[in-house]
């Protein structure tokens, strides 16, 4: 059994859309999805993109993905490297495709010079908690995350003051 991690292309922009859906089914949020093939390939691979793909392969064939980013923590004036999403198939979970990929993903931190590697896992998601912590990650319980979406986002935008 061979296994491998490749950077993602335009090519893969369906594929990856494909993981995208399996992801939010699993996440219980399919219907959250607005992606598009279109949107995908102008978004990761388009001029300017601040984001990344990785796809990870078993035998030739596309097993799991990882969405990725950089970021900046202003306290070590440093990047990071922020992890969106990470999705393995159902049937190839437990081969070790999800710590390829996140291994593949901490040596892409260390070569970009980055003080952090980060995501954000669902509460209720046991077995990645689980995993996570099994490879020596920790939880970050003093933060919690906030998110402006949708029209909450539009509304506030619209709501400067000259």
Not at 12 to 35: M, P, S, T, W
Not at 120 to 132: C, E, R, T
Request: hydrophobic share 45%.
């Amino acid at each position: 059994m061979s296994m491998s991690v490749r950077n993602a292309s335009t090519a893969d922009a369906g594929l990856i859309l494909h993981f995208i859906r399996e992801l939010a089914i699993y996440e219980k949020a399919e219907d959250q999805v607005e992606a598009t093939h279109e949107t995908l390939a102008a978004s990761l691979f388009g001029p300017g993109s601040p984001s990344r793909a990785l796809i990870c392969e078993q035998d030739g064939q596309a097993i799991g993905f990882a969405v990725y980013f950089f970021n900046y923590s202003t306290w070590q004036a440093k990047k990071g490297l922020y992890l969106e999403d990470l999705f393995v198939l159902p049937s190839a979970r437990g081969q070790g495709a999800g710590k390829r990929l996140l291994q593949h993903l901490a040596s892409i931190a260390v070569a970009e010079g980055c003080g952090r590697f980060e995501w954000s896992v669902l509460d209720w998601n046991q077995p990645a908690i689980d995993f996570y912590e099994s490879i020596g990650a920790r939880p970050q319980s003093e933060w919690v995350r906030y998110r402006l979406h949708g029209q909450a986002l539009r509304d506030f935008a619209a709501s400067v003051s000259p």
